[in-house]
C-alpha cells in the first residue's frame, strides 16, 4: 500500500477504484464523481442492446448493411471493409467493444436510440452515467453537449455482469467474452501475468484516459483507472505501475 500511496501522490491526476470482488474490500484515491467517458460510454450500448434482445425487441443475429454515413474516422477497421458487406448486430457490437470501433459505435445508438440506451443506465441503477451525442458530432460537441462515465457505475456494471445478474447467463458471456478480447492493453493487463484474464474497456481521448474492469486472479477484482486533464503518454506508464501494484495487493490479501 505504501507504494500505491506514494505513485498515486507523485501523478494527483489519476484516480482509482478497487473492488475485491468476492469480500467486497474497496479502495479509492483522487477519484472524481463524474469523467468525460471518452468510448467508455460504449459498455452501456453494448447492455442495452442485450436488454432489448432479452425483451426480445430487436434480434442480435439480425444482419445490416452500413451506409456511407455510418462511417467515422479514428478507432476501428468498418470504414476501410468492403462497403457492401452485411454484419450482425452482435458483430457490429464486437466490433464496437473489441477495437473500440466508432462507426459502430454510432449506427448503434441510430438502432437503439440515445433515450433508449439512457433509459437502460438508468434502469440498471447507473445514475451518474450518460449518454448526450454520437461519437464525432462536432455540432454537439460545440454546444456543451458531452458523454459522461461514473467508476461507481462501472463498479456496479461489471459486478452485475461477474455475478450474470443483468441478463442471461448466455447474454453475460457474450459480453465478457467481447470485454475478454479488448484490444486496447496499455494499462490494467500490462504487466499483469500473462496468464491472468483481464475483461476491460478503455476510454481515451484528448486529456482523457480511463481503464476499467474486472482482473481474474485468485480472487477476482475490480480496478478502474481513470485520469483527465494531463496527457495520456504522460500517464500511461503509471497508470500500467498502478495496475500491477494492485494486482500484487490483491494476491497478497488473497494469501492472508
Not at 436488454?51 to 426480445?56: G, H, N
Not at 454520437?134 to 455475478?163: C, Q
Amino acid at each position: 500500500m505504501e507504494k500505491i500511496m506514494k505513485l498515486s501522490a507523485e501523478f494527483p491526476e489519476i484516480g482509482v477504484l478497487y473492488c475485491n470482488l468476492e469480500n467486497k474490500r474497496q479502495y479509492q484515491y483522487n477519484l472524481k464523481k463524474k469523467y468525460l467517458s471518452a468510448s467508455m460510454i460504449k459498455i452501456f450500448i453494448m447492455a442495452t442492446l442485450y436488454s432489448e434482445y432479452e425483451k426480445k425487441r430487436i434480434n442480435v443475429k439480425d444482419r445490416y448493411q452500413l451506409s456511407q454515413a455510418d462511417f467515422m474516422p479514428s478507432c476501428g477497421v468498418l470504414s476501410y471493409l468492403d462497403k457492401l458487406n452485411t454484419y450482425s448486430l452482435e458483430d457490429i457490437c464486437r466490433l464496437m467493444i473489441i477495437v473500440s470501433d466508432n462507426s459502430a459505435a454510432n449506427f448503434l445508438i441510430d438502432v437503439l436510440g440515445i433515450a433508449n440506451i439512457n433509459h437502460t443506465i438508468n434502469e440498471l441503477g447507473m445514475l451518474d452515467s450518460i449518454l448526450r451525442r454520437k461519437f464525432f458530432d462536432e455540432r454537439a460537441t460545440a454546444s456543451g453537449l458531452e458523454n459522461e462515465i461514473s467508476p461507481f457505475d462501472l463498479l456496479k456494471f461489471f459486478d452485475k455482469l461477474f455475478k450474470s445478474s443483468i441478463f442471461s447467463y448466455e447474454s453475460s458471456q457474450e459480453m465478457m467474452s467481447m470485454l475478454l478480447n479488448q484490444q486496447q492493453n496499455e494499462i490494467i493487463p500490462f504487466y499483469l501475468p500473462d496468464d491472468i484474464l483481464v475483461a476491460h474497456k478503455v476510454g481515451l481521448d484528448d486529456l482523457i484516459y480511463i481503464d476499467a474492469g474486472i482482473i481474474f486472479s485468485k480472487k477476482p477484482y475490480f480496478l478502474c483507472l481513470s485520469c483527465d486533464n494531463r496527457n495520456y503518454r504522460e500517464v500511461r506508464e503509471p497508470m500500467a505501475k498502478l495496475a500491477k501494484l494492485f494486482y500484487v495487493l490483491n494476491e497478497k490479501e488473497d494469501s492472508e
